[in-house]
């Protein structure tokens, strides 16, 4: 299983079931009613790179006034950098009990520099398409990735200026072992070619790269793939064909200090638009990160090992 994200992420407040009337129990032992819980400002934006979560509505026990099951929570994104950002926010939903009952996601796309704006995710469903409104007490900023809003990942809507769409999967992990898939999609009009292994770079919190991290051609040392070590091929994508090509590492930890990248720039020939993904290397002190060439894709099979359980902001 990969490990929980990083503490900057998970420090984020939790909150109690807003539009419930707010109330304390003052006395040890009595019982506390439904609060209605707004977080410090100061701590998310520490916490959540501009981001803080603003207010719950609907949701809640009958008990609680106000409560419904369109469970709404509302977020803003502040952008103090200097070029436009794409937001990408997990926000988890808990009971009363601790327990994790679904991780829901939101996108803030093209934030400009010093722009503050308000959005929000809906909370009334689980992963599994049950309604988990009437359950939640809890929400918290469990992860926030931002990237440059010209490289963000485009899984939908328009076919970007480059003709291409490229995004990651959220992998698996099986015994240290991470493979996390690269997916790229012809959605333009014209055939597109692709010979050998995309370009990546990884990068951390700060965008910056690691000095530690070799990017290797195949598996090296890392395992053995025949997939990833197989001889790179020339393919022609016709449009609306698609390729893959993946990433692998270890998280091993032994002397030295771990790098956790969060982030990954992908080039996938030379020339081409750079894409960040957010594939969430925790390459341990290993140094090392394998790259499988691009293969025309024949579809996606099921999982031979357990699917990672740390939440990719970005969902392909």
Known sequence: MRTPLTSAALAAGLLLLAGCGTQTATTPGSRTAVHCVVPDPARDEAAGQGVRITGVTGGGTPECPGSSRNLQVHYEVANDGPQERTYAVVVELRNAAGEVLANVHGTVPDVAPGATVQASVDGSVDGSGTSAASEVTRVRL?????????????????????????????????????????HLTNCSTKPYTLDGYPAVTPLDEDWKTPSTVTVLHGTGDITTLPDFDAPPRRLTLAPGASATSGLVWRNTVTNGTAVDAPYARVVARPGASPVMLTPELDLGTTGELGVKPWTKDAGRPSPSTPPVSRPSAWKS
């Open 142 to 182: 469990e992860q926030v990735r931002r990237v440059p809003a010209a490289e963000a990942p485009a899984a939908a809507g328009p076919c970007p200026a480059s003709g291409i769409r490229v995004t990651a999967d959220r992998g698996d992990a099986a015994m240290g072992l991470r493979v996390v898939g690269l």
